[in-house]
């Protein structure tokens, strides 16, 4: 039997969506930070992504993402220990990172994770890097000490902001290369599910209590931290799984060159952000970096 095979069109409809899913991510966040303390969003987050799970969980032997072989009690420990400190501990170290710094600064970081994954496989000896890659490592690494330049009228970005970014993103790409045969094996949506609900669980007595001291935050602020779990790592991540099965790596990147850009202006529109006079440069070096990387490499 053929494998039904969405139209590009449609896919790439599915990627615009998530690319406005991922750059509101950003202001979402710093939205909810300014009312709730940084600890309460951290484990709310987890709460309501366990929970928004639950359907993915009921739904997901019927859809295309849920492959590889049913997990054997051997994979339980790898799949909590790959899961949490991978997509929990960079989500975690996220949210810390743009309570810290500006959006703007956040949104040219994150694009840096090809890059670092890059990196990590030519020193395990997955993937060679030749001379063309290394050139663009080095363009994207010259963006971020640019970057480093750049600090506008709201003074929001800092150096330590910055740092923790830049760490968020690193964890995401070490989870990225941990975890990749283990996800080929049992599939990588199991490991998504059983990352939020350990996660939610390990949250849920945590957030109650801080819920109770923090009990007067705005609807809107509670609406930040739905968004974050909800849209952007539950929605979102099933978009990028469903654009991979139909689209080649390569273009659906697209998304990690667009999204600094549009986290940038959301920021300047929505926050009252000005980046200094050094983003625009820094923000092209980063960009064309990846790009280098990721396409002609």
Do not use: C
Request: charged residues 10%.
């Amino acid at each position: 039997m053929r494998k039904h095979k969405a139209p590009p069109t449609a896919i790439y409809g599915w990627l615009a969506v998530l690319l406005i899913l991922w750059s509101t991510n950003f202001i979402f966040a710093r939205v909810a930070l300014r009312e709730l303390p940084l600890m309460t969003v951290i484990g709310f987050r987890y709460v309501f992504s366990a929970v928004s799970m639950l359907p993915v969980i009921a739904l997901g032997r019927s859809s295309e993402l849920w492959i590889g072989h049913e997990w054997e009690r051997k994979d339980i420990l790898p799949l909590l220990t790959v899961g949490l400190l991978g997509l929990v501990g960079n989500q975690v170290l996220f949210v810390i990172g743009i309570s810290k710094t500006s959006v703007a600064h956040a949104g040219v970081i994150t694009a840096l994770s090809p890059v670092l994954v890059l990196i990590g496989s030519g020193v395990l000896g997955h993937e060679h890097v030749s001379g063309r890659r290394i050139a663009g490592l080095i363009t994207a690494a010259t963006g971020v000490v640019v970057l480093q330049f750049s600090r506008g009228s709201t003074g929001e970005a800092t150096h330590l902001g910055d740092a923790i970014m830049l760490l968020s993103v690193l964890v995401f790409a070490a989870f990225n290369l941990a975890g990749k045969k283990l996800a080929e094996r049992v599939g990588s949506l199991r490991m998504n599910i059983v990352a939020y609900s350990a996660a939610g669980v390990l949250s849920l007595p945590f957030a109650l209590w801080h819920l109770s001291r923090n009990s007067d935050a705005s609807l809107l602020a509670w609406i930040g931290v739905v968004y974050m779990a909800v849209a952007s790592s539950v929605v979102g991540y099933l978009i990028y799984a469903h654009a991979l099965k139909h689209l080649p790596a390569s273009r659906v990147s697209v998304v990690i060159y667009l999204q600094p850009v549009v986290v940038s202006l959301l920021a300047m529109a929505t926050l009252g952000e000005r980046p200094g006079v050094a983003f625009v440069p820094a923000i092209v070096l980063v960009l064309a970096g990846v790009y280098v990387v990721e396409r002609l490499g």
